[in-house]
């Protein structure tokens, strides 16, 4: 039978824990920064960042939820949460001059981009096969069909991998381009790192915790064959 076993909290327990200190570095860097001002609303940064590089043709629309914000690349469209477009703060120029630079990826075919975007079926078959072939597997007693889930959910690792370099060079192009630009003065792109350093530690807690889940059911069924 499938139980839930104490020693996979174990196992993925440095991810979590990096996870925690991550979500708290984003809440203590997003209330610093959304407290200092900036010259343009998010929405209005992100429109200059875009026209910048080319982009006019990318819309931006304002949708709701918390920093809910992210670019649609079939859509072309820069979608930002309410509180970062109309934000005049250095907190939501920073977010969305990240967007922007997804857009910019997009409109370059920034290799890791392009294989991310290849990997997201990959990843959902993945996230909906891995416990009902395991499962399946458990219950029938039929080993191939736990494999068979191990790799499913492999998946799910390959998205998560990929993903980083995408995310941290979203970040870096959104960086040099509100120096550049003259949105952001330099000597006050601390407050701005802080946020878009913070997001990132979050990814990294996300692959590790990935990562480390393969492991766990890589050696307890090796174990268990």
């Known amino acids: 039978m499938f139980y839930f076993d104490p020693l996979y909290l174990i196992f993925i327990s440095p991810a979590l824990i990096l996870a925690l ?33 080319g982009l006019t043709g990318v819309a931006i629309e304002m949708v709701p939820g918390h920093l809910s914000d992210h670019y649609d690349p079939r859509e072309k469209v820069l979608r930002l949460s309410s509180e970062v477009y109309q ?34 079926p990959v990843a959902g078959f993945g996230s909906g096969a891995f416990f009902i072939l395991l499962i399946l597997g458990l219950a029938l007693q039929v080993p191939w069909l736990i494999w068979a889930g191990i790799i499913a959910f492999s998946g799910i690792v390959l998205f998560q991998v990929v993903n980083l370099p995408v995310e941290f060079n979203a970040s870096a192009r959104a960086k040099a381009q509100l120096v550049e630009l003259g949105i952001v003065p330099s000597d006050q792109m601390v ?35």
């Not at 200190?21 to 429109?47: D, E, H, I, N």
């Not at 075919?109 to 997201?120: E, H, I, M, Q, T």
């Not at 915790?209 to 174990?223: D, G, H, P, V």
């Open 21 to 53: 200190w991550a979500q708290l570095r984003v809440k203590m860097a997003y209330a610093s920064a959304q407290g200092m001002p900036a010259p343009l609303s998010g929405a209005a940064a992100a429109r200059h960042v875009l026209d910048s590089a």
């Open 87 to 120: 934000s005049r703060s250095l907190a939501a120029v920073g977010i969305a001059a990240h967007e922007a630079g997804h857009a910019i990826q997009d409109a370059h075919a920034y290799a890791p981009l392009v294989v991310r975007n290849a990997a997201v």
């Open 191 to 225: 407050y701005v790192n802080r946020v878009l350093n913070a997001a990132a530690l979050t990814y990294v807690a996300a692959t590790l915790q990935a990562i480390l889940t393969l492991l766990y059911y890589i050696m307890r069924f090796s174990n268990r064959d």
